[in-house]
């Protein structure tokens, strides 16, 4: 196996991993002995659904997460690598450095120019991109809104906006239990006219992906409060 940092993406949700992962991947996998990962537990648990007799107690687990100090000195991170060990990258959810903070250690590996190989599997904002009908040739992530009564609203306009004039699909997502009210946001502030594509529980049993008109959305009762989901607008 070529020695390089492996990004690998885990599943979405309790999904299967042999439905939505290639096998190339588990034998990448199961020969990786270093990895850099959002959470340990959550890795474990996703190795361990790959094999349960992955070999956990030889392995090491360095924590890189939104509560990693960003002026943390990431210098010695890479160390097995460049030791000629490979590495590889895992996320909570989905495809790492997406969304996710596995981007500070690609960024470390590119500054030291040592080679990363990104493995395929789901992403969640590609997969609701996909499934919503909107524009896939321009369209911008922007993550999280902000929390606030007002500051939301706002960002949701200046979204808006956007939308109409260059043409963009916008993105964004939110704590699963404040799903409810960033949908109630939506339908408070945007045009009628304006398309909702509200994509849920992607690749689970749970999964739901429905696109509507503001309007049309006001009509319908959906419940999303615990369950990932990401929202995306177009004209």
Same mark, same amino acid.
Request: proline share 5%; glycine share 6%; net charge positive.
């Given at each position: 196996m070529e020695t390089a940092l492996y990004l690998i993406p885990c599943t979405l949700g309790d999904t299967s991993a042999s439905r939505v992962l290639p096998d190339y991947n588990f034998e990448i996998v199961k020969n990786l002995r270093h990895f850099i990962v959002e959470s340990r537990k959550s890795a474990v648990r996703f190795l361990i659904s790959l094999d349960k007799n992955f070999?956990?107690? *030889?392995c090491t687990f360095t924590e890189l997460s939104e509560h990693t100090d960003e002026k943390a000195d990431l210098s010695k991170i890479l160390l097995p690598l460049e030791k000629g060990e490979a590495m590889g990258v895992i996320s909570d959810?989905?495809?790492p450095c997406i969304g996710d903070p596995g981007s500070r250690a690609v960024e470390a590996?590119?500054?030291k120019n040592l080679r990363i190989i990104p493995l395929?599997?789901?992403? *969640?904002?590609i997969l609701s991109l996909m499934a919503s009908g909107f524009n896939g040739q321009?369209?911008?992530?922007?993550?999280y809104l902000p929390a606030k009564n007002g500051e939301r609203e706002s960002k949701i306009r200046q979204l808006e906006n956007k939308i109409y004039k260059e043409n963009?699909?916008?993105l964004f997502i939110e704590t699963p239990y404040r799903n409810q009210k960033l949908l109630e946001a939506i339908l408070k502030t945007c045009r009628a006219e304006t398309k909702l594509c509200v994509a849920s529980g992607i690749t689970t049993n749970e999964e739901y992906i429905k696109t509507k008109t503001i309007a049309q959305w006001k009509k319908e009762k959906v419940e999303i409060a615990k369950i990932?989901?990401?929202?995306?607008?177009?004209?």
């Amino acid at each position: 196996m070529e020695t390089a940092l492996y990004l690998i993406p885990c599943t979405l949700g309790d999904t299967s991993a042999s439905r939505v992962l290639p096998d190339y991947n588990f034998e990448i996998v199961k020969n990786l002995r270093h990895f850099i990962v959002e959470s340990r537990k959550s890795a474990v648990r996703f190795l361990i659904s790959l094999d349960k007799n992955f070999p956990i107690d *030889s392995c090491t687990f360095t924590e890189l997460s939104e509560h990693t100090d960003e002026k943390a000195d990431l210098s010695k991170i890479l160390l097995p690598l460049e030791k000629g060990e490979a590495m590889g990258v895992i996320s909570d959810a989905g495809c790492p450095c997406i969304g996710d903070p596995g981007s500070r250690a690609v960024e470390a590996a590119q500054k030291k120019n040592l080679r990363i190989i990104p493995l395929v599997g789901p992403n *969640s904002m590609i997969l609701s991109l996909m499934a919503s009908g909107f524009n896939g040739q321009n369209f911008c992530f922007n993550g999280y809104l902000p929390a606030k009564n007002g500051e939301r609203e706002s960002k949701i306009r200046q979204l808006e906006n956007k939308i109409y004039k260059e043409n963009q699909t916008q993105l964004f997502i939110e704590t699963p239990y404040r799903n409810q009210k960033l949908l109630e946001a939506i339908l408070k502030t945007c045009r009628a006219e304006t398309k909702l594509c509200v994509a849920s529980g992607i690749t689970t049993n749970e999964e739901y992906i429905k696109t509507k008109t503001i309007a049309q959305w006001k009509k319908e009762k959906v419940e999303i409060a615990k369950i990932p989901t990401i929202f995306l607008l177009y004209k």
